[in-house]
């Protein structure tokens, strides 16, 4: 099976612009979970998707934004960039809910806001 | 507020040698403990993964160790080789329920040939 895929893997923006970032799960999977990665914050967790709902929510502002469609692929959004949105965005899938099954993750946007 | 607490940041262990990286926790209704290993360029993978039922779970090199009444767990790589080179993060979350995965800020690990 192929993995998770991300895309774009790489994305320069400048503040004040809005992005897209966009996931492909694992063939099969109806779980999509978006995490931030920063040297300062580590990994942390933005939504989960499962069958097109977002399941849960962590602690970000109203800007970070998802959807998931109905093939299981997800996208987020971001509004208003902010410099301090520079960072690598990880999705990781999972056949069912995250917190039941184990997560596989896809190799990451990697976004710089100048 | 960090629920997972990792250390050290950074390791440096000669090949051959073991790596111990620690790992506590503060919310006891956390059930499932994963380690994930994460290469330069890629996303973190599933290493090894215990529930608090055991006390240590070992596979191949790669061994958890589990202390519940501490609240504590641990990554042990035995024979450590230069190809174990990475960034590991400890995790934590409840199986089921609207619990989110919470990670540890990650060790650095350099082997030395």
């Known amino acids: 099976k192929a993995g998770v895929t991300q895309t774009p893997r790489y994305l320069i923006k400048t503040r004040g612009q809005q992005v897209t970032l966009s996931c492909s799960p694992i063939?099969?999977?109806?779980?999509v979970s978006w995490y931030q990665q920063t040297p300062g914050q580590g990994l942390q967790f933005l939504f989960e998707y499962f069958s097109e709902t977002q399941r849960n929510k962590g602690n970000f502002p109203g800007r970070f934004s998802g959807r998931q469609f109905s093939n299981s692929r997800s996208e987020m959004n971001v509004s208003t960039l902010e410099l301090g949105d520079s960072a690598l965005y990880l999705c990781?899938?999972?056949?069912?809910?995250?917190?039941?099954?184990?997560?596989?993750f896809g190799p990451g946007t990697r976004l710089t806001v100048t | 507020q960090q629920q997972v607490k990792q250390s050290p940041q950074s390791l440096i262990v000669q090949k051959g040698g073991i790596s111990i990286i620690n790992c506590a926790y503060e919310?006891?209704?956390?059930?499932?403990f994963p380690w994930y290993q994460q290469f330069p360029g890629k996303g973190p993978a599933l290493l090894i993964a215990i529930r608090p039922d055991v006390s240590e779970k070992k596979e191949g090199r790669f061994t958890i160790s589990f202390n519940k009444s501490a609240k504590q767990f641990s990554l042990h790589i035995m024979d450590s080789q230069p190809g174990d080179s990475a960034t590991y993060f400890c995790?934590?979350?409840?199986?089921?329920?609207?619990?989110?995965?919470?990670f540890g800020r990650g060790t650095s690990l350099i082997v030395h040939p």
């Open positions: 995790a934590a979350s409840r199986r089921g329920g609207s619990y989110i995965p919470t």
């Open positions: 990781a899938s999972s056949p069912g809910i995250a917190n039941t099954y184990e997560q596989y």
């Open positions: 063939s099969g999977h109806r779980s």
């Open positions: 919310n006891t209704a956390f059930d499932y």
